[in-house]
């Protein structure tokens, strides 16, 4: 089958590409080195050390002899989108191509701008795409748990039963983001579902929870095949950055009181569900919604693992609150129903001490890669936002 | 107080501005011609011969004495939109100036884009213009019924309680829009409410019904103040189109079999709406949902009452059913809550003979505009769109 990965160069795409092309998928990429372009742009460096995509694919040819076609291109540019599908033809296409952080949505108004830009608007060619030049192929979409946000009552995998008044239907969850980023998410699942039900597009949106893991079986095999690492304030997820702040003797940064409760997944996992899903097509018309979280816990979870593991490797980890630079509850509710990606055969790599060790050893391994001023906030959602973070003072130029 | 119009100069803006103004409000009114400028490149006019948008503010000045502030400009253009704010700093914006036609959203892949572009980015910039600039001002923001789709259950305002597996909140009343147009009004929505949660902002989401109506009070005072009147596929909105077919003799087009419900609202009681919001100040952060309408008839009830008017004036009124170029739900329930602004002092201008008689004889009475060739709808939402529409044959190209 052939599956198309839309920003296949990046932390997840990568390993994507890498994943599928070893279980015998003819996959392409298609990407804009944006996430490259920011670490250019503020000179920061993933914590493993990364090829250049051209590099990457000829190692991984000669190491496995398989071929991974590679396109440069932008989503946002129709003309070099419709180009490149039109010559690979995919039967699946997954999309990773978005801009992915939400302290990066909320720098500033230009930052905001362009992540609705590129996100919603990309998303918009790639349907139109889709369903002028292939009309059968499956749209792979990575949405987010963040979607939802965090009602007071069960997270349902996209849609709720609601009975009203003595009346009852089927309706898309409602939605409660938490920033420019998590809101375009919510814009094209909403653009999405209409796209099948007009078009009779085939699409799957998968509300993916925070991924963590330094990389997956295929990203293993060689250094050369290593996928990027983030560790800093606007890039880095929860768990990878705490990792990181536990080798170096860095507190871990716990946002507010820390009850924030988050799903979780490991990237080994999420190579699998897509895999998954792309195995499991739906039909004309369909729109499907998976929620891609195997686990969940609160920050505070999250920073007690990694410093008992931390203990045990005879690091002392201490955890520091600080002010929370994001408008989040930080005690609610929180349980959310994730059965259609288990019935489908996933068999989760649920978050233990190996794991959290491996990361913690890795940052130890390259400590001299590590920039400590990237890791305190200084993004903040509110307008008065200075006020607020002067306890964790600016120490880079964000964008 | 000052009021900002953005998109002033529009079916709906202008009457706005003249009514505000009239009212005793400081008006001041911005707007790119975006509507004026599609005229152009179609050749098309509105019904009732308009005036430029600086003739109707001098002729409101002789008639009045009063003066409306006049700024050209795009709010995708965040400088021009900046200025402006800055230099009138208004206390509440009115903001109409989206791409509004949902035909013209469906049109092709560039019109999507730009409807969702322009309506999307473009509130964005608006929303860090007031928190920037005039951060108490009270956005108050055009969005519509057709945001909600047409659920089972009744349609509540903005907001419902759900109860879920013994657990219970107030979420964001779940989403189904019809129409790349339809669907930027979601996205503003929830980018809106985010905006008001995190910034403190102060603003009102006013879902209005389909409008109708040729002129309010003030438009009505001297040609040179009328607002435009539109008849044709894209623009024109299904009562006022109605009308105008009853009055040339043009069979009234019933798109399917005419079953699908709509909220309506008269262009009257729509400038009232708007003082209503304007003159109930939200709280800082209080974002609140008015469902703007009043009534709701079937395609199928308002060809019936035009054609039981135009018979009472002599006219021999057709209805004839013809391919649904929409993807719509042609038979479902539908019930409104619209307590907000009824409990704000509105009293409702409802649909009545004399107000379709009256709009029939301004087409009778403006016969010689009348293009009978921009009224089939060419426009398909489905990807196999020439199928569907050969009946209704393409009679112009709508872009």
């Excluded at 890039?235 to 009181?257: D, H």
Aim: aromatic share 10%; hydrophobic share 35%.
């Amino acid at each position: 089958m052939r599956v198309m990965i839309l920003g296949g160069d990046g932390y997840l795409g990568w390993p994507q590409a890498a994943y599928l092309s070893q279980r015998g998928y003819d996959v392409a990429v298609f990407d804009n080195q944006a996430r490259r372009h920011f670490d250019l742009k503020h000179s920061i460096d993933s914590l493993l050390p990364i090829r250049h995509l051209h590099q990457r694919v000829e190692r991984w040819h000669q190491l496995t002899g398989k071929t991974i076609t590679v396109y440069h291109g932008d989503i946002t540019h129709y003309d070099a989108l419709a180009k490149a599908i039109t010559e690979f033809a995919p039967e699946a296409l997954v999309h990773f191509a978005e801009q992915r952080s939400a302290p990066f949505s909320m720098i500033d108004r230009e930052h905001a701008f362009y992540t609705q830009y590129n996100n919603v608007l990309g998303t918009l060619n790639v349907m139109y795409a889709i369903k002028d030049i292939v009309p059968d192929c499956h749209l792979v979409k990575l949405g987010t748990m963040g979607e939802y946000g965090t009602p007071n009552i069960d997270i349902e995998e996209g849609f709720i039963e609601i009975t009203h008044k003595g009346r009852k239907d089927v309706l898309p969850f409602p939605k409660q983001p938490g920033s420019f980023y998590h809101l375009t998410k919510v814009h094209d699942s909403h653009n999405i579902q209409f796209g099948c039900r007009i078009w009779g597009m085939r699409a799957t949106d998968l509300n993916q929870g925070i991924v963590y893991g330094a990389g997956t079986y295929e990203t293993a095999l060689d250094a050369d095949l290593a996928t990027r690492f983030d560790y800093d304030q606007v890039y880095g997820t929860a768990l990878n950055r705490f990792c990181i702040q536990a080798a170096i003797g860095y507190p871990l940064t716990v946002y507010g009181s820390g009850g924030q409760t988050r799903g979780y997944i490991n990237i080994k996992d999420t190579v699998r569900c897509i895999e998954l899903a792309i195995e499991s097509v739906p039909a004309a018309g369909e729109y499907r919604v998976f929620n891609q979280v195997t686990e969940w816990y609160s920050i505070n979870d999250i920073a007690e693992k990694v410093q008992r593991v931390g203990g045990q490797m005879g690091l002392d980890v201490q955890a520091h609150q600080i002010p929370n630079p994001r408008v989040e509850s930080e005690n609610h509710y929180y349980n959310v129903v994730h059965t259609k990606l288990l019935d489908l055969g996933l068999e989760p790599h649920l978050l233990n001490d190996e794991e959290i060790e491996g990361m913690i050893r890795l940052a130890l391994q390259h400590r001299d890669r590590i920039d400590e001023r990237l890791i305190k906030p200084t993004v903040n959602w509110r307008s008065t936002a200075n006020q607020v973070t002067q306890a964790a003072v600016a120490q880079i130029e964000p964008a």
